[in-house]
């Protein structure tokens, strides 16, 4: 679809450039080896703390520490600069090259549920968030293909009111839903004591922001499904604190919810509790939900077989 640029130039939305972006995108940088590697680094990162910040004066809940661009492996063995929006999942932050495009490098994985282009004045501290597309190609990205930052607000709505079921059968198939990960991506410093549970069938873990009730924390859903025979799956749920904390916050509900809302199954985290794990078999079609409850705070994941 080809869009009117005025109409984007319009609607752009100019961020500052913060004193603590440039810090960050800064101390990334000189983590680098070479030049290139360290402009790349330094746009990418400006890129994010900008659409951070306008997410923020939007009220709508980001972990940045939970990004690819926040991890030092990452940042170094690839060109990554994305943000996570805590329910939401990855949302590519792409510096804009001269000439009214934008360069997504090959290596973005598929799980990203957009990509909003920035175009950078580090002389003026100004970014501007030029426009969104929800699909990421590799590839050159034409501002005339963007739509709106409104339109990236609207979009963003409407995944939030419309939850969407992962889809655990495809797994078996390795089509994996967005912003479920391998447990050593999001666990990395507890994957040596945790892989010899995982040995069978097919295993995923997606970080879990309980916001207020754990600010600066997540916790992390791992899911393990494991074929019985051609109708029925074995399911593993495991929930466990992010690599920061040692221990679950001992005030945690989990609950598996059948299709009719009905509880039939739930643990609660003891003082102490490294995990809690819940175990049940499923048929192709059968639907259900995990949620998380933390004080005030509940969460809902929706999973089909």
């Given at each position: 679809m080809i869009h009117n640029t005025k109409n984007l130039e319009e609607k752009s939305i100019p961020v500052s450039i913060t004193q603590a972006a440039l810090k960050i995108a800064r101390f990334f940088a000189d983590e680098q080896v070479t030049p290139e590697k360290k402009k790349q680094v330094y746009l990418n990162t400006l890129a994010v703390c900008a659409v951070n910040d306008y997410m923020e004066m939007m009220n709508i809940p980001t972990y940045p520490k939970a990004s690819d661009s926040w991890n030092c492996a990452m940042r170094y063995y690839a060109d990554v600069a994305d943000l996570k929006l805590s329910a939401l999942g990855h949302l590519e932050c792409r510096p804009a090259s001269p000439g009214h495009l934008c360069y997504i490098p090959p290596e973005i994985p598929d799980d990203r549920i957009g990509v909003v282009v920035v175009e950078l004045d580090?002389?003026?501290?100004?970014?501007?968030?030029?426009?969104?597309?929800?699909?990421?190609?590799?590839?050159?990205?034409?501002?005339?293909?963007?739509?709106?930052?409104?339109?990236?607000?609207?979009?963003?709505?409407?995944?939030?009111?419309?939850?969407?079921?992962?889809?655990?059968?495809?797994?078996?198939?390795?089509?994996?839903?967005?912003?479920?990960?391998?447990?050593e991506k999001i666990l990395a410093s507890k994957t040596p004591q945790l892989a010899f549970r995982y040995l069978n069938g097919v295993t995923r873990g997606k970080l879990i922001d309980m916001g207020i009730e754990l600010p600066g924390q997540s916790l992390a859903l791992v899911v393990t499904l494991t074929p019985k025979n051609s109708v029925e799956i074995q399911l593993k749920l495991q929930v466990h604190p992010s690599d920061e904390q040692a221990y679950l916050p001992n005030n945690l509900i989990v609950k598996v919810i059948d299709e009719k809302g009905t509880t039939v199954m739930e643990a609660h985290a003891r003082s102490g509790s490294t995990h809690v794990t819940l175990e049940f078999n499923a048929q192709i079609g059968e639907h259900f939900s995990v949620n998380l409850e933390l004080g005030n705070t509940n969460i809902t994941e929706n999973f089909v077989i």
């Open positions: 580090i002389e003026h501290q100004q970014a501007v968030l030029v426009g969104f597309a929800k699909t990421v190609k590799a590839g050159e990205l034409f501002f005339n293909e963007l739509e709106t930052i409104e339109d990236l607000l609207a979009y963003l709505d409407s995944l939030e009111s419309n939850p969407t079921e992962v889809k655990l059968s495809y797994w078996l198939q390795n089509i994996i839903d967005a912003g479920w990960q391998p447990i």
